[in-house]
């Protein structure tokens, strides 16, 4: 499938600072951009997607910022909390069923 | 609602043993079926898809295969597993509006190949 890059692999942050996790996309046909939230040994969970026709969407404290020309698109969470604490997927939809391709994850970690 | 099951939820098995993954759905009618595998630190990765009954499409070569015997059952299968097998299989299916949305993930099965 097409490529999706992610950094960091790993990030650590003080509770109530924020946190930026950045994805690229290789296949210029992808038009819908999820990211997943995986708590150790649970199934990943949806926690805020973006389309293409959006430059912007916002939940309360995350964000996500998507960027057509330049194929990328990045995570924001403010305020962090230890709860935040987790491994995080980017993913943008192909032309293989419709199905996902994913990041590799990044592992936040906030510290109180 | 829609509901996703598989089991079993853990699985230990030696190599060269045979394997049977059962995935479920519920409350949704002709979804298409994802498997992925999730290997220990890595992504996901998509093993198999379908959009229907007895079609099956095959994304990464490997000794897995796809079944889908009725709407809603999608099953993995292997006859002889490697030690690379092992990893953190996730069904899923598409929820929301048209195919091309969110994917909805089941409680997975966390297969150990020794």
């Known amino acids: 499938g097409e490529n999706v890059e992610q950094h960091p692999s790993t990030l650590s942050v003080q509770e109530g600072d924020s946190a930026v996790i950045k994805c690229t996309y290789s296949?210029?046909?992808?038009?819908?951009f999820p990211w997943y939230k995986q708590e150790l040994g649970k199934r990943p969970q949806l926690i805020i997607d973006?389309?293409?026709?959006?430059g912007e969407k916002k939940d309360q404290r995350i964000a996500v910022t998507l960027n057509k020309t330049a194929k990328h698109f990045s995570l924001h969470i403010t305020e962090t909390q230890p709860e935040d604490s987790a491994v995080y997927f980017c993913?943008?939809?192909?032309?293989?069923?419709?199905?996902?391709?994913f990041g590799k994850g990044t592992s936040l970690l906030v510290t109180p | 609602s829609q509901t996703i099951h598989q089991w079993p939820a853990t699985l230990v098995q030696p190599v060269g043993s045979p394997l049977s993954l059962e995935c479920t759905v519920e409350?949704?009618?002709?979804?298409?079926l994802y498997w992925y595998r999730q290997a220990a630190g890595r992504g996901l990765q998509l093993l198999f898809y379908?959009?229907?009954?007895?079609?099956i499409s095959s994304e990464v070569p490997q000794n897995l295969s796809a079944s889908r015997p009725q709407d809603r059952q999608f099953i993995l299968s292997s006859k002889k597993l490697l030690l690379s097998d092992s990893g953190f299989y996730l069904c899923?299916?598409?929820?929301?509006?048209?195919?091309?949305?969110?994917?909805?993930f089941g409680p997975g099965t966390r297969l150990t190949v020794l």
């Open positions: 899923a299916f598409p929820t929301g509006a048209g195919v091309s949305g969110e994917q909805f």
């Open positions: 973006i389309r293409s026709n959006v």
């Open positions: 409350g949704t009618s002709n979804p298409n």
């Open positions: 993913a943008a939809n192909s032309n293989s069923g419709y199905a996902l391709n």
């Open positions: 296949d210029s046909a992808s038009n819908y």
């Open positions: 379908s959009v229907g009954i007895g079609q």
